[in-house]
């Protein structure tokens, strides 16, 4: 089978074909999702804006109440409930992919996001979040045995410090491996439960297959979100306010990329 993006991998146990893509695909759905934000700019702003103030807002409260560590961990794991987050975003892309204009209200009151099945993925997503929580906890717990209570004392502690190292390494290889498991489980089936109507383990496993499929460019594309989602965290959650719109549009492009339309296309291909 010849790579490229029209290859299709044919479909299992009733499920919908995967593509194959190449490593230039990532970069082609940031283009795109560029292209479309031009064409909605004022509601994904708007969206962004909204995004951007509750990280502040929570991170501020954070941050007042001398938790520091929590700031961290809260920020890192965002990732992992971000694709509930930007279900008004895959709900753009496919107004804009049809050629219509999306409003804000259209993205924000969604009838196919109040379903049974997203709320399980929700649900799936925030025990994740929650035991991302729980190890950071624990790889914090067992690096030292003092309690850092500003972002100042916590930083020199992390940066300055053999124990600090230690948590670093230890953290980012257990943080690394929950966040690309849920990466796996979540990085077509959002955008597949919104425009399918599909049950949530059917999506799942479309997830699953897609990132197996292509493992390398998925990894570059796991790691452009990671690197994205920190730089709006270096900036204080100002650059969500564009960052969050451009990567929830480069997402529904991803699923439309990595999805096929017809079952009939893998018999086609």
């Not at 029209?6 to 082609?28: C, H, K, N, Q």
């Not at 953290?171 to 929950?178: E, H, K, L, Q, S």
Request: charged share 10%; proline share 4%; glycine share 10%.
């Amino acid at each position: 089978m010849k790579k490229g993006r029209e290859d299709v991998m044919t479909s299992t146990l009733g499920l919908p074909p995967v593509r194959l893509i190449g490593f230039g695909a990532p970069f082609g759905w940031l283009a795109g999702a560029l292209g479309d934000m031009g064409r909605a700019l004022v509601p994904c702003l708007i969206y962004g804006l909204g995004m951007a103030a509750v990280s502040i807002g929570i991170c501020y409260a954070l941050y007042s109440s001398n938790m520091a560590f929590w700031a961290l961990t809260l920020t890192l794991g965002f990732v992992f409930v971000a694709p509930m987050l930007a279900m008004g975003l895959y709900e753009a892309g496919r107004r804009l992919e049809r050629g219509e204009k999306p409003r804000l209200g259209e993205m924000l009151l969604l009838p196919s996001a109040f379903r049974q099945d997203t709320a399980y993925l929700g649900l799936a997503l925030l025990l994740i979040y929650l035991l991302w929580g729980r190890f950071a906890q624990v790889v914090y717990g067992l690096s030292t045995y003092q309690s850092h209570r500003t972002i100042a004392e916590f930083t020199r502690f992390a940066l300055e410090t053999g124990e600090g190292h230690n948590m670093l390494i230890t953290g980012t290889i257990v943080g690394g491996a929950i966040a690309f498991f849920t990466f796996t489980l979540v990085v077509v089936t959002a955008p597949m439960l919104l425009d399918r109507q599909a049950n949530v383990f059917a999506a799942t496993a479309t997830s699953f297959r897609a990132v197996a499929a292509n493992p390398g460019p998925m990894l570059l594309w796991a790691a452009i979100i990671v690197v994205l989602m920190l730089l709006t965290a270096a900036t204080g959650f100002l650059a969500m306010i564009v960052v969050f719109p451009w990567l929830g549009l480069a997402s529904w492009r991803a699923y439309r990329a990595l999805v096929a339309e017809e079952v009939g296309l893998a018999a086609a291909a």
